[in-house]
């Protein structure tokens, strides 16, 4: 979706393509009460604005790649420094830790981890602004709670 709006700030695509793949989005995503793009396109247009006239490394999706190298580089780390038998059991963990802020209380990834009785808080609003790359943190669900256990490396 990112691309697809990354592509409307830069005039690779029009507001009616973004609209049909992803209208269903919007802001209040997931909220009785929330509009969606298909209903109101300024939310959408603001979003472009924001990308307009950046440069192609400010990219959203290079800065996804550039966390998932990040992440796979420490992932072999600890997996390297654990052994051969405890590296299966890590996996696993390493598969689900992941921390969201995105949507409200409806939103995909809540209901995904209540499913598998994940610790998860939502509607932080500024989450993805206080976290940075390395940070280690901790995550009490049931206070609504995210603390900054310590300050990662690459912050």
Do not use: K
């Amino acid at each position: 979706m990112v691309s697809d709006v990354w592509d409307l700030a830069h005039g690779r695509t029009d507001v009616g393509t973004v609209v049909v793949r992803h209208g269903f989005h919007g802001p209040g995503e997931g909220q009785m009460d929330g509009s969606v793009w298909r209903e109101d396109t300024a939310p959408l247009l603001a979003l472009a604005a924001r990308f307009r006239g950046r440069p192609a490394e400010d990219h959203p999706a290079a800065g996804v790649a550039r966390q998932r190298r990040v992440r796979l580089d420490a992932e072999r780390e600890l997996l390297a420094a654990l052994g051969r038998l405890r590296a299966p059991g890590a996996r696993a963990v390493l598969r689900i830790a992941r921390a969201l802020d995105l949507g409200g209380r409806m939103s995909h990834g809540a209901i995904v981890a209540r499913e598998l009785g994940l610790p998860c808080v939502t509607c932080t609003g500024d989450g993805t602004r206080r976290l940075r790359a390395g940070d280690v943190v901790r995550v009490d669900g049931d206070a609504g709670r995210v603390e900054i256990v310590e300050r990662g490396a690459m912050g």
